[in-house]
């Protein structure tokens, strides 16, 4: 795991990320889970730990600097990504993880319990079902929908500032033209993914 671990200080070093060695750790035992369970439940196409540092730990923590306030939901969250990893890098928020798959929020659910994280909810259910006692600050959503779908199925969620947070490969130029709403395309660089990733920031639409 001594590759894994210098591979993932490499990637948090060029994301100018400054996470501490307890963070790596628990990170690193993240990656050993889903392997693990990966086997059994299909979690992940992704079969080589080596590889899901940069495809999973490193990708879902390129979004860390664009979270918004304190209470965060990770929409289609399928493995716990990128809640799990931002979770672990950010205790002080307060994240619920979402996807309607019972099979990976077992999985989820299990991860939470043996990584002691304190501060993640996981919520077996239908985005569009989902009706939180209160709402969140930031929505994210990874490899999830069309822009429009994204939007319509979880806008509900949105506290009045909130922001929603789309994370895609290449620009999704038509689904941009069919936004009714004021959005901004942030490029993001993941370290060892040799691919066009970026940010869709979706600022809840005001009304009246």
Known sequence: MDICREKLEQGLSAL?????????????????LIAKWNKAYNLTAVRDPLEMVNLHILDSLAILP?????????????????GIPLAICRPDCHFTLVDSNSKKTRFVQQAVLELKLK???????????????????????RAFASMPDILQLTGHLLADDGVLLAMKGQQPEQELIDLAATYSVIPLTVPGIDAERCLIR???PKHG
């Open 66 to 82: 664009y979270l918004h306030g304190s209470r965060v939901a990770d929409i289609g969250t399928g493995a716990g990504l990128p």
């Open 119 to 141: 501060n993640v909810e996981v919520v077996h259910s239908r985005v569009e079902l989902l009706e939180p006692a209160e709402l969140f600050s930031t929505v994210l959503c």
């Open 16 to 32: 100018s990320l400054d996470i501490g060695g307890e963070r790596i750790d628990a990170l690193l035992r993240f990656v050993n």
């Open 202 to 204: 979706l600022e809840k």
